[in-house]
């Protein structure tokens, strides 16, 4: 949620708001959110693995969305 406040806060001080319609950037604002949830969380978990080779907390993620 920080890094959305962030991302706001900072597009308004550059005038992204101001050279877009108000569509494109609530889609720009979301892709950007979208890809650094990949990069920060997911990915991470994904290729993150044990001694096994098993990704531990991506199985465990898996697991309690299936729950």
Do not use: H
């Amino acid at each position: 949620m920080q890094t959305l406040l962030t991302i706001v806060l900072g597009s308004g001080l550059l005038g992204f708001w101001q050279e877009r319609s108000a569509t494109d950037a609530m889609e720009k604002l979301l892709a950007i959110v979208q890809f650094k949830a990949l990069e920060q969380e997911i990915f991470p978990k994904f290729y993150t693995r044990d001694a096994q080779g098993i990704p531990r907390a991506w199985v465990a993620r898996m697991r309690a969305s299936m729950a």
